[in-house]
Each structure stands twice: as structure tokens, then as C-alpha cells.
């Protein structure tokens, strides 16, 4: 069936830096753009908060308000972007469109990892589509490639670098020998981190995404409340270094794998051989590794975040819409890849379940006879040394760093004889643990 030949009226909700890179692409890009889809995409209302800040975008053919109400209720809008980020207000703008029978568009993770089996069962009854690639790593096109592009594999597993200001500071801290703190505080000065950064370096944010990137892989239900996420703060730059010594680097990744006794879903750092390519993507680019039984393992690199990075997913996302317009709903791609009524019920394993190598920092004194019993801790529950390091004691006194990389080993073992190693006279402090992953 061919479009009507009038344009596709677009009601922004928000007009921030993606919102403003949105106007600007779809304005510079009009005529290729109409070339693609047949009909003219225009922004004709915007809300915003404060109506007198200055825009990074021309606002002067788009009617704007304060009330974002407005443009969901208004009859002439085709199609609702929602850009105001969250979880509340979001959902409510967004539930209120699908009512009135209006098509989404969402940059918002947080929205669809948390209330997208909602949002995807209202807009199936109600026959509209709800789009949401710029959710995920900015401008990589990742939520389209494995819902579409990868659609014949099984998908194995995947890993991300899905946070451009985790994946900044720990480049930071390698390539500058920076610490933690010093190098959050740049990247709040820059942008990159907000005030409050918890989402950011506790692997909230990455959380968010990885549920949506597993479900579309896996055809599972979202399931946020199940995902095991550990920041960053932790890593100190005596881990940094001594993972470089030993031929690894420290990277904040989002893993998803499909076991034979269920899903992993986890976000935490992680040693990866300084020769894959995800341990090369520096600063703060974002790159996700698939791997599919037909094709084998894929990369997607790019930028994760960025006023027109973003919009290119946002607008490639209206471009779709427009597309499948009148489609009916039953020829549409499923949300989440699969149909909703074959989502799988495959359990999200605990975190003490997984089975990984391990690096491990360990703090003691300088006595004869504290790596037999640190060895002896480990053997005992069936953990092997691969590679084990002793540095040379530290100037203020007779403390020795030991660095140990474990064989694979199920992590409540792990856990068990950490606490026996704590529990030695001989120990100073916490042991640092890291999982390691081979992604091979």
C-alpha cells in the first residue's frame, strides 16, 4: 500500500541534546530521507521544561510547550519521541500516546527494561508500533542487527561495552595511571558522568541495556529485577597495571549468555586478553560482541552517546515506523524478536552460579608460609592457579601484593575460600576479585 504523500507529523518530548540533534538530522537529511520513506518526516510540536533556553536546533517552524500532555493528546501528531529520560513521567506520556493510538519512538533504557512488557502488550492491542534502538549504545544499530540482521542464529551469548563514562575512566586510569576518583571527577566536569554518577559506574546503566539486548537475543521476558550488577569504584591502579602485566585489561562489561542450566545476565568488570578487539575500544565508545552458532562472533563499534549519534537511532527508528505505517500489527517484527506468546521462561542464574576464571589481589605480610596457605585455601575447593605473581614489598613497610589468575571456577567456591583467605592472620584487608572472560 502506498503512503500518503502528507508529511508524518512528529511530536518531540524533550528538546535537550538528542532532541535537538533529532530536529537538526531530520532537517539536513529531509530530502534523503523522503527519497527513503515517500513522504516527508517533520517535527511540528516539542515540549520542554524551559521554553527560553537556548537550542542547539531551529525551533522557529516547531510549536513548543511546557506541557508534554499536550502533544499526546494533540489529534494531529502521528508520531510521540520521547526524550525526557526516567522511569515515571516517561511511562505515563508514553501509555497516554499508544491510548490515543499514536506510534513511540524511545531513546529511553531505563523505560523499557522496566516497564517495556507493559508498554509492548498495550501497543500490540492497540496496534501501533513502539520503536527504541537509540535505548541501547547511542548511534550502533545493535538492537536492529540482532533482531533482524542475526535473526537466523541462536544466539549464544554477548558482551558490551555499553557505558561510555565507565569504559572513559577505566582508559583513563590505564593509559594516564590515574586513579578512580580524579578521573570521575573530569568526566563529570566534561559531561560524560552526572553529579550523581551512580548509575553510571555501578553498572545500573549498562544494566539497563543488557536486559533489553538479552531479551531480543535470547526471546526472554525483560527482567531487570534479576540482573547482577557491580560497578567500578573498586578497581584500584595497582589492578589496572598488574592486569597489563599479565596481558589483560580491565573493562566494564554487560554479559549475557545462555547455559545449559540458564541465562547469565550480569554487568561487572572483567580481564580481557589485550588482543581481543572489545579490550581496544577506548574512551567513550561502545562495542557489543555477538556470537551466533551460523555466523560466529560479530562486532558493533561505535559512538554510545552524542547529541546526533543518538538521533541517527532515533530518526532510523521514525524511518521504520513510517515505513510499516499500515502495516497490520500481525506482519510487524515482534518487539523483542520473538513472538511475544514463545518468550521462554529460561531461569536468570544467580551470580554464585556462574563458572569463570578469576584474577585475585591479595594483600599480606611478608612471612615465610603465606602462599602455602593461600594455595592450599583454593585447592581444597577445587581451584587450580594459572599464573600467580608476587611483587616486591611496599616501601612503607612489609606489605607484598600477590596476584593470582584462577582456573575456571563456580563462584560460590570462590566465595568460600575468599573468606577463608581473609581470615588469615597473614592477610591485610579485603581480597580484590575480578572475573575473567576469554570471549572466545
Not at 580481564?271 to 560466529?296: F, S, Y
Amino acid at each position: 500500500m502506498e503512503l500518503d504523500l502528507d508529511p508524518v507529523r512528529v511530536g518531540l518530548l524533550g528538546l535537550g541534546t538528542v532532541g535537538g540533534g533529532t530536529v537538526n538530522v531530520l532537517t539536513r537529511n529531509a530530502e534523503e530521507i523522503t527519497r527513503r520513506v515517500g513522504c516527508a518526516i517533520k517535527v511540528t510540536h516539542a515540549s520542554a521544561k524551559d521554553l527560553s533556553r537556548e537550542r542547539i536546533c531551529d525551533t522557529s517552524a516547531i510549536e513548543l510547550t511546557t506541557d508534554s500532555f499536550a502533544i499526546v493528546n494533540n489529534d494531529e501528531i502521528d508520531v510521540v519521541v520521547e526524550l525526557i529520560g526516567g522511569d515515571t513521567l516517561a511511562k505515563d506520556l508514553v501509555i497516554a500516546a499508544i491510548n490515543n493510538g499514536k506510534h513511540v519512538v524511545t531513546a529511553n533504557k531505563a523505560l523499557i527494561a522496566l516497564h517495556g512488557t507493559e508498554i509492548f502488550a498495550l501497543a500490540q492491542e492497540k496496534g501501533v508500533l513502539v520503536l527504541f534502538e537509540a535505548a541501547v549504545a547511542g548511534g550502533i544499530p545493535i538492537i536492529k542487527a540482532i533482531r533482524e540482521g542475526l535473526s537466523a542464529n541462536k544466539i549464544e551469548w554477548l558482551a558490551g561495552i555499553i557505558n561510555g563514562t565507565g569504559n572513559f575512566i577505566l582508559t583513563e586510569m590505564r593509559d594516564k595511571g590515574r586513579d578512580f576518583a580524579d578521573v570521575l571527577a573530569e568526566a563529570q566536569a566534561l559531561g560524560y558522568a552526572e553529579a550523581d554518577p551512580t548509575f553510571d559506574v555501578e553498572g545500573i546503566d549498562a544494566g539497563h541495556k543488557l536486559t533489553i539486548l538479552a531479551s531480543i537475543a535470547f526471546g526472554i521476558p525483560l527482567q531487570f529485577e534479576r540482573l547482577y550488577h557491580e560497578g567500578i569504584t573498586e578497581i584500584s591502579q595497582e589492578d589496572v597495571q598488574y592486569a597489563e602485566e599479565l596481558g589483560y585489561r580491565i573493562k566494564h562489561l554487560g554479559i549475557a549468555r545462555k547455559t545449559p542450566a540458564g541465562i547469565e545476565l550480569r554487568v561487572h568488570p572483567a580481564l580481557i586478553p589485550e588482543k581481543r578487539l572489545l579490550a581496544n575500544v577506548d574512551g567513550v565508545l561502545n562495542a557489543v560482541v555477538v556470537q551466533g552458532d551460523a555466523v560466529g562472533p560479530s562486532l558493533y563499534y561505535g559512538p554510545g552517546a552524542g547529541a546526533e549519534p543518538t538521533a541517527s537511532a532515533v530518526v532510523a527508528d521514525l524511518i521504520d515506523v513510517v515505513r510499516n505505517i499500515n502495516c497490520e500489527p500481525q506482519h510487524l517484527i515482534p518487539h523483542l524478536s520473538f513472538q511475544s506468546s514463545s518468550l521462554s521462561q529460561e531461569p536468570i542464574l544467580a551470580i554464585d552460579s556462574i563458572v569463570v576464571p578469576y584474577y585475585l589481589r591479595i594483600t599480606v605480610a611478608d612471612n615465610l608460609g603465606v602462599l602455602a596457605d593461600v594455595t592450599n585455601i583454593l585447592s581444597s575447593q577445587g581451584i587450580n592457579i594459572e599464573a600467580l605473581i608476587q611483587k616486591e614489598p611496599r616501601k612503607e613497610g612489609t606489605a607484598v601484593d600477590v596476584i593470582i589468575i584462577t582456573s575456571k571456577a563456580l563462584e560460590s567456591k570462590l566465595d568460600h575460600s575468599i573468606a577463608e583467605i581473609e581470615n588469615l592472620d597473614t592477610v591485610i584487608g579485603n581480597v580484590n576479585r575480578i572475573r575473567l572472560e576469554t570471549l572466545g
